[in-house]
Structure formats: C-alpha cells, structure tokens
C-alpha cells in the first residue's frame, strides 16, 4: 500500500519533495493557502488544496492529521511554521517532520514535538563542505556512528576485474552493497556479488567509514 503523505506548503521545496515522494509511488496531497499557487499546482498535475494550515478546523479536513506523514513544508513564514507544527502534534497526527528555517527555529519544533526537524540548506551546506574538504566527488550518507553510505563512480583501474567483495574488505576494508552498470540506454542495479565485471562508470555503494570511503575513491575512482 503507498505511503500517504501530507506537505503543509507549495513553495519550492514542497514540489521538490511532492515531485520525488510521486516518482516513489506515493499518494501525496499538498495544502498551501495561495489559490493562485494551488490553481498551478493542480494544473501542473499535483493533488493540491487550498487551506490555511495554522486553521484548526482545515487542518482537520485536510487530511493531514491522518497521513502516515505530514511535513511541515512553510517556507519563510516562521510563525506560521511553528503553529502548523504545534497544531498537529496537539492533534495526534501520526508523524510530523518539520522543516527549519535557522537553528533556533529547530529548537523550537523540537520542543514542540516534531517527530524530524530538517534544515536543509545547512545540511546540504555541510555536505558541500564534507565533500570539498576531502576533494571526493561521490555523496557520503551517516548510517551509524562514523560509517557512512558513499556513492562513488569507478574510474579506470578496475576495469575488467571480476567484482570480489572479500577484496574490497581486504584491501580498502569496506563492503560493497550495491552496483549500479549501463545497459545501453538503461541502468541496471543490482546487490552486489562475486562474478559482477567492472568497468569505467559503474557506481558502487559501500559502507565503510569515511576515510576508507575516501581512500577508496582516490585510488579506485575517476582520474582528477
């Protein structure tokens, strides 16, 4: 059964998130209480609705507080942000994730409840800084303490070379966990495993700390 998720605003980052949570498969309403924004959105394919999210009675209808996940999507509107978030926690809707406009902001959603609070311009910032810092070129994602997910693309050393995952935890002590190769137009991913050719271009996700996620990017990735 898909996902029903609910995103309180239909600024940018709204439709971002709407436009890949739909690619997913999942049913998603978006609520903002521009008409002229809702007018596009529902033309522009979107299931959206015009409401005021800091509205008691409309979020009630809306159907936000009954969505596996409801997303507090308001983009400059502090205040508002932090009454729509307040609203839902004090309705019980069964998961909030906010979206934080500064670091004091997310402590406020915090103390409010939210299930997720996010900033996104200073987490991709960070990122950015990560990735800059170690000249890497491939995205690292925390997964636990210092391991991290990397996405690294190969570069020319190994290819050829039949895919052996005990050597990649021998050599670069990381674990490979999925591939990811060109089919003519297509791609085609899949768990990663002994008898796998490589080649230049083949991405690779492995978990390892980031170090050896990086160590292996350097030696095994694109020329710089």
Not at 26 to 33: K, P
Not at 60 to 81: F, R
Not at 191 to 202: C, I, K, M, P, R
């Amino acid at each position: 059964m898909a996902k029903r998720i609910f995103i309180l605003g239909g600024g940018r980052f709204g439709v971002h998130l709407a436009t890949r949570l739909c690619e997913f498969g999942c049913e998603v309403v978006i609520g903002d209480d521009n008409a002229e924004r809702v007018k596009d959105l529902s033309a522009g394919g979107f299931h959206a609705v015009e409401m005021d999210g800091n509205d008691e009675t409309a979020l009630k209808g809306s159907g936000a507080l009954t969505a596996d996940v409801t997303v507090v999507a308001i983009g400059e509107n502090m205040q508002a942000s932090i009454l729509a978030t307040l609203l839902l926690k004090q309705h019980q809707a069964r998961r909030v994730v906010s979206r934080a406009l500064d670091v004091k902001h997310a402590q406020v959603l915090e103390r409010l409840g939210a299930d997720e609070v996010i900033l996104p311009i200073r987490d991709m910032a960070y990122r950015l800084a990560e990735r800059l810092r170690d000249g890497t070129e491939g995205e690292r994602y925390p997964v636990a303490g210092e391991f991290h997910l990397g996405e690294i693309t190969l570069g020319p050393k190994l290819t050829g070379q039949l895919l052996d995952p005990a050597r990649f935890r021998d050599d670069y002590d990381v674990n490979v966990v999925l591939v990811k190769q060109a089919k003519g137009a297509r791609a085609v991913v899949r768990e990663a495993g002994s008898g796998v050719t490589l080649n230049a271009g083949d991405v690779l996700w492995l978990i390892g700390t980031r170090e050896k996620l990086n160590r292996f990017e350097r030696d095994c990735g694109p020329a710089r």
